[in-house]
């Protein structure tokens, strides 16, 4: 069975500064996906960045970025210039595109706050 | 497009009263979650739909049922609710059309409060 585990249950940063979540999967499946969503104080899930398993270039959104290391299973989220509205709960997520079903496995999140 | 809809946006329930959560998608979405979100665990899979008028369980499928009578609806049913099952509920959708990047949308949740 796929796990995800995220193992910062909560994090700091200065604004305008950079910081860095973790996540590790475990799966023998080669085919999957990989996601971070954010979970603003609203509670609405907002996909923030994805990555397909056969890339091996990391994906980039703006400010977010992504170091995946499959033989590692390592998936971290890296965040450049901290903004105020980047605090949030933060949800690493693995889908196993081979079982027909797609669904999603869920870290347990990382809370992280921006300090003005 | 209003994208995905829960109905409704917080409920309080007395032990052994049923209720049904309503999610709405659309975009014409196939595929379609129910999840639960409890403090420190994540968000975990009820149930699911892969189509109109198909449901499976997840991984918490416990206490709960769940019906696709149409392609745009996904209703969660709990039949006797327990405190066990207070939690924030999120209904998502996906296409898994061909071309599309893979994306789960998802509602904007419920709040069920079980005593």
């Known amino acids: 069975a796929q796990t995800v585990t995220q193992s910062q249950p909560e994090m700091s940063v200065q604004e305008a500064e950079t910081v860095t979540l973790s996540c590790t999967y475990d799966?023998?499946?080669?085919?999957?996906?990989l996601f971070w969503y954010k979970q603003p104080p609203s509670r609405q899930m907002i996909l923030v960045i994805r990555?397909?398993?056969?890339?091996?270039q990391n994906a980039t959104e703006n400010r977010f970025s992504v170091n995946f290391q499959k033989a590692a299973k390592s998936f971290s989220l890296k965040i450049s210039d901290s903004q105020l509205g980047d605090t949030a709960m933060y949800f690493c997520?693995?889908?196993?595109?081979?079982?027909?079903?797609?669904?999603?496995?869920f870290g347990t999140g990382t809370r992280l706050k921006v300090l003005a | 497009n209003a994208g995905v809809t829960q109905t409704p946006k917080f409920r309080v329930l007395k032990t052994g009263q049923s209720m049904t959560l309503l999610c709405a998608q659309d975009?014409?979405?196939?595929?379609m979650y129910w999840y639960r979100q409890d403090p420190g665990m994540g968000l975990r899979l009820i149930h699911y739909?892969?189509?109109?008028?198909?449901?499976a369980k997840g991984e918490v499928p416990d206490g709960y049922n769940v019906s696709r009578l149409k392609k745009q609806n996904f209703l969660l049913g709990l039949e006797s609710a327990a405190p066990s099952q207070t939690s924030v509920y999120f209904c998502?959708?996906?296409?898994?059309?061909?071309?599309?990047?893979?994306?789960?949308?998802f509602g904007p949740g419920t709040r069920l409060l079980v005593l």
């Open positions: 998502a959708s996906t296409s898994r059309l061909a071309g599309e990047k893979e994306t789960q949308y």
């Open positions: 799966t023998s499946e080669n085919n999957y996906y």
């Open positions: 990555q397909e398993a056969y890339k091996q």
């Open positions: 997520a693995f889908m196993n595109l081979t079982s027909g079903t797609y669904k999603y496995i």
């Open positions: 975009m014409n979405h196939e595929y």
């Open positions: 739909s892969v189509g109109e008028g198909t449901t």
